[in-house]
């Protein structure tokens, strides 16, 4: 059974930096791994994904970057220059053989 394990949220101020981390158990290969998140009253989005390359949301350029370990099935979001607006629960996901698995969630807050 595929598991997907988030840590790392917390509150930030504005500016500060973060970084999430997903690990994920129970298949060998992971085709694609991403990070989504959905803030209050919004539907959840995608922010970045990582497979032989990495793709981002356009508001995060240049402030994320999404990494991965695929020998440790392991993925790291590197969040820089944080604003309000990236305020949101921060989702790992992973498509495996066709289907779609997320995590439980970890909040980031970013306020003065």
């Known amino acids: 059974q595929v598991q997907l394990v988030e840590s790392g949220g917390g509150l930030v101020q504005p500016g500060g930096s973060l970084r999430l981390s997903c690990a994920a158990s129970?298949?060998?290969?992971?085709?694609?791994m991403g990070w989504y998140r959905q803030a209050p009253g919004k539907q959840r989005e995608w922010v970045a994904t990582?497979?032989?390359?990495?793709n981002y949301l356009d508001s995060v350029k240049g402030r994320f970057t999404i990494s991965r370990d695929s020998a440790k099935n392991t993925m790291d979001l590197q969040m820089n220059s944080l604003k309000p607006e990236d305020t949101a629960v921060y989702y790992c996901?992973?498509?495996?053989?066709?289907?779609?698995?997320w995590g439980q969630g970890t909040q980031v807050t970013v306020s003065s």
């Open positions: 996901h992973a498509r495996v053989g066709g289907v779609n698995y």
């Open positions: 129970g298949s060998r290969f992971f085709a694609a």
């Open positions: 990582i497979t032989s390359s990495a």
